[in-house]
């Protein structure tokens, strides 16, 4: 069945192809987390902004924690001109080698100013710089401060500007003393300083550094989270978003503490300025890539006649399609709640009904007493949140075209302190594989099990894996390190 399906590719693709020339998607590529459902949330809402302005056939996202994988992210595209945007602050070891290497980029180190660009499985993908590099983003923290104290001026007021900074990478911190240099150039503030929470000069010190009697302070983060709620709180003292100091060296000062950076509604003009640069880099017009368009038709027929996806019950209504819990089939539409976007599928499908992340959304806990009613372009959407490159790979490896990555392998491209993993020995990838994998409904290829037949050819619970996810790679570690099941730390 899984052959018949590849045979037919050609004559329903064909036609799509001339029809959406030109074609582009963007890709925004965040951290995401094992252990924290908010960690994605910042690049999901900047996906759904530019969604809006429909500038691109279609913005999905990438995560190197999450779902879908960067190993997986480009077979999800459906065109063959694709742009990636690192949504990191500043350059780094993710945006510099994690990220190009998960890609397949063949490129590691600094990404020059105009981006890279590289033709792969016939997709010319274009990689550019982290949005929070673009020269752009002096604005948004002047938004930021802006809005945190609406009447600065440069008679009284002082502007910090707080990175995180590390002693391991000298670029993360070059983007704060830029953006502190054209703020200073501006003229719009009394003074303007660079302060970090990891390396010198320490926010800790800013009573001595600031004279000013107001000061803003704007954090430099791509989201908000532990550091922009806690620790840069503590550091400086703050009890607020308005916290007085009435005997610092200099004087009264009070500070006005702003929102990080990276959530500001603007940072998505950012992302389009640098996507719009990148155009220039070496390419040409996109095309519908006729894989994807084939893998989805194959969904969408199983949907039209109905039938399971994993622990999803795909039925047809008059035009629209109903998409529902397996165990809830022959449950009253009245008694359960009704979805209508696929972006409301994509937030249920994030925990457990006990309120757990679910970073594997292959997992068997999908919670039950949801229906979704959608249309057939919305279908694709919902299906692709719920169940991420699943029906890309699952039509790849019918098709005999999914390739499959051994342990050993995905071992030895890791790095940092994943580099780790590489001393696991056999009976410890097993131990914890057993574990890890045993409530997904993929089928490990990468460990040599067979899969003679997927849920498109009426097998529900049959999903492939090629390689190991980036969630199992981190209990590995974790075993190795010999400390799973101890509290995890924050690369989790």
């Known amino acids: 069945m899984a052959f018949a399906a590849c045979a037919g590719r050609d004559t329903h693709t064909a036609g799509a192809g001339v029809q959406c020339a030109d074609m ?42 999450e779902e879908p994988s ?61 949005y929070g590099v673009h020269p752009g983003m002096a604005d948004v923290i002047l938004a930021r401060a802006r809005e945190a104290l609406p009447d600065a001026s440069p008679e009284d007021t002082a502007l910090i500007v707080l990175g995180h900074g590390t002693t391991r990478n000298e670029n993360s911190n070059k983007v704060i003393y830029a953006n502190a240099e054209r703020l200073r150039q501006s003229g719009l503030f009394a003074e303007v300083h660079a302060l970090f929470l990891d390396e010198n000069p320490k926010v800790g010190t800013w009573p001595d550094l600031v004279h000013a009697s107001r000061v803003v302070v704007v954090p430099f983060f791509a989201s908000e989270g532990w550091h922009t709620l806690e620790t840069i709180p503590e550091d400086m003292g703050l009890s607020g978003e308005v916290t007085e100091f ?15 950076v990276g959530t500001h509604a603007a940072v998505a003009d950012v992302i389009m300025h640098l996507a719009e640069e990148a155009r220039g880099a070496a390419g040409r017009d996109g095309d519908v890539d006729r894989t994807h368009e084939a893998a989805w038709q194959a969904l969408l027929n199983l949907a039209r006649r109905g039938g399971r996806m994993g622990e999803v019950l795909l039925s047809p209504h008059g035009g629209v399609f109903e998409v529902r819990h397996a165990l809830d089939e022959g449950t009253p539409g009245a008694d359960l709640h009704t979805v209508v976007t696929p972006e409301g599928l994509r937030d249920l499908s994030r925990w457990d009904a006990a309120g757990e992340h679910r970073p594997v959304h292959t997992y068997r806990t999908l919670k039950r007493g949801w229906r979704a009613v959608l ?118």
């Open 24 to 65: 582009r998607s963007l890709v925004l590529i965040g951290h995401g987390s094992h252990l924290n459902g908010e960690s994605a949330g910042a690049v999901f809402r900047y996906a759904e902004l530019l969604r809006e302005r429909g500038l691109y056939d279609e913005v999905i996202e990438g995560y190197w924690k």
């Open 70 to 130: 960067l190993r997986q992210v480009l077979r999800t595209t459906a065109s063959t001109d694709v742009t990636v945007i690192p949504m990191f602050i500043s350059e780094g070891y993710f945006t510099e080698t994690v990220i190009p290497r998960e890609l397949g980029l063949g490129h590691q180190g600094p990404v020059p100013p105009e981006g890279i660009a590289r033709v792969l499985g016939g997709r010319t993908v274009r990689y550019t710089l982290p």
């Open 246 to 260: 009435p005997g610092n060296p200099h004087g009264p000062q009070t500070v006005y503490y702003a929102k990080p």
């Open 375 to 492: 249309s057939e372009a919305d279908l694709r959407r919902g299906i692709h949140f719920l169940y991420p490159a699943v029906v890309e790979e699952s039509y790849a490896h019918g098709c005999h075209s999914l390739r499959h990555t051994p342990w050993a392998t995905t071992a030895r491209r890791q790095t940092g302190i994943y580099t780790r993993v590489q001393r696991a020995t056999p009976e410890q990838v097993a131990h914890v594989s057993r574990e890890v994998c045993a409530p997904c409904l993929r089928t490990r290829l990468w460990a040599g099990e067979k899969l003679p037949r997927t849920f498109l050819d009426g097998v529900p619970g049959a999903f492939p894996c090629a390689e190991a996810c980036t969630y199992l790679v981190a209990e590995i570690r974790e075993e190795v390190s010999g400390k799973r099941g101890k509290p995890a730390g924050h690369d989790h």
